[in-house]
């Protein structure tokens, strides 16, 4: 991939090797630590379950001063720690650590106003670790609950579906469709983020008089896209040989209908919030793994708080509110097993669903095989512009055509909390 590039690139060149320890940390052919850290988490809901036509994985890596210590020395007590501190800030909640003394950092990780031995990192930690407390310090790197740092890069490998004959269930391939990046670039206070949110208000002031503005990304397919958020998008995808190559400025554009002006993300982020969490390495749920290590099987569902309607299974609830398995509605193996001819849900399949979520993340090996080949059609067409899920049946219509300025008439919001 680094050789097919031209030697002149400014993007981000493809640097992990999949290679990972007990504890998620990618090595490079000599055993060195490339510095990208894989972790498992609860997929987002609809299009990126397996079910819907791709496996993935997510890797995580934060700026160069975060894993130096003082003396600006490879540290991966202090690497770990500042994971564990970033994901403290952007989940708002307290995270388990193994027992460290805090004098080591001169840092009050549990917030009890004394420096002892702490357990956990507090949601109101004030400090990072190492070499990035004294850029901290200067004021050169920030720290808000609820962002990531400035620097810090996410890898998303969007692959086909394998079957694992030994298991009985599908897999990860190691064929690749999509090699996606992401890198924080510039930090936002959060009055600069409340006016980002104040403009996207305005669309939801419209009516006949007034006019939607359209959305606009800066930057070139070569260095990335920017949102309005301070990060920068990237792709690579498969040309016709099945190679990657460089996404196009137009196709580079899909990713913001993602991760631009949506407000499920975390910092324009989906998966890191949804880690797992956990200190033992051979429990199931000990989220810094890939999921090569530790799959998607009986791991139970997890639950969210909605508005209005309390804690609820969170899968469960998109398939009662959705009425299927994806967005497009097409998802006909999650409909079978899932609901009955009238449409309403099976509540004996919805308690298997609370014990393991692979009952309908999984597709069956005959739904994989037709996912997979579906999408080499479009491999071979290279018309990503008209959309990336693979099919296994051509869609029907599947939207009403609403005319610009008026409403979907959908009046009820669930927002998730
Ligand atoms: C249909 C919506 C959608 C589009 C379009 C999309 N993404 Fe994402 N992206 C997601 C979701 C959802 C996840 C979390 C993956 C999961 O749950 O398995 C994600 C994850 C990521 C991550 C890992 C960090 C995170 O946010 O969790 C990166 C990096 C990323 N996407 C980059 C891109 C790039 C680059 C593109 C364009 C080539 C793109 N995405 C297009 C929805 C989208």
């Known amino acids: ?21 007990e504890e998620g940390f990618d090595k490079d052919s000599k055993g060195r630590l490339t510095g990208w850290r894989s972790f498992r988490y609860y997929p987002f809901l609809g299009t990126f379950w397996p079910t819907n036509g791709s496996t993935d ?3 995580i890596r934060l700026g160069s001063a975060f894993k130096q210590n003082r003396r600006g020395e490879t540290d991966m007590d202090v690497y770990k ?15 388990a650590i193994n027992p460290v003394d805090e004098h080591i950092y001169d840092v009050d990780l549990n917030h009890n106003g ?8 507090s949601k109101d930690i004030e400090s990072y670790v190492g070499k990035a407390k004294e850029v901290l310090r200067r004021g050169e790197i920030h720290l808000a ?15 086909y579906i394998d079957w694992d004959s030994e298991k009985g269930h599908i897999g990860m391939s ?10 924080k670039t510039k930090w936002l206070t959060y009055s600069q983020i409340q006016r980002v949110a104040s403009a996207e208000l305005w669309e939801t002031q419209m009516n006949e008089t007034t006019q939607g503005v359209m959305a606009t990304f800066r930057g070139n397919y070569e260095e990335g896209l920017r949102n309005d958020l301070g990060w920068v998008y990237q792709g690579f995808i498969e040309d016709k040989k099945g190679a990657l190559r460089p996404q196009t400025h137009e196709e580079t554009i899909a990713c913001m209908g993602c991760h631009a ?12 919030a949804r880690k797992f969490e956990g200190i033992d390495k051979n429990q199931k749920m000990y989220g810094w793994n890939h999921w090569s290590q530790k799959g998607l099987k009986n791991i139970p569902e997890p639950k969210a708080a909605y508005i209005n309607r309390g804690e609820n299974y969170e899968y469960s609830f998109y398939l009662q509110n959705n009425h299927s398995g994806n967005e497009f509605r097409d998802n006909s193996e999650v409909q079978e097993k899932f609901f009955t001819p009238e449409g309403s849900l099976k509540t004996e399949m919805l ?15 005959r739904r994989a095989l037709d996912l997979n080949k579906g999408y080499k059609a479009m491999v071979e067409e290279q018309s990503y512009i008209y959309g990336r899920d693979a099919n296994v049946k051509p869609r029907q219509h599947i939207y009403k055509e609403i005319e610009e300025a008026k409403t979907t008439q959908i009046d009820e919001t669930v927002v998730q909390q």
């Open 1 to 21: 991939m680094k050789a097919s590039l031209p030697s002149e690139w400014k993007g981000y060149v493809p640097d992990c090797y999949y290679h990972f320890d």
């Open 174 to 183: 190691k064929r690749m469709k999509e090699l996606r990046y992401a890198k």
């Open 261 to 272: 002006h949506l407000g499920a993300t975390t910092d324009s982020t989906f998966s890191f």
């Open 114 to 121: 004394l420096l002892d031995e702490a357990a956990f990192i």
């Open 57 to 59: 994985d997510v890797l």
């Open 81 to 95: 720690l500042n994971f564990s501190i970033v994901e403290a800030l952007v989940k708002q909640k307290e995270i």
């Open 351 to 365: 308690d298997t669903l609370h014990q393991d979520i692979s009952v309908l993340l999984f597709p069956s090996r």
């Open 145 to 159: 609950k609820g962002l990531f740092p400035e620097q810090t890069e996410f890898l998303h490998s969007v692959r």
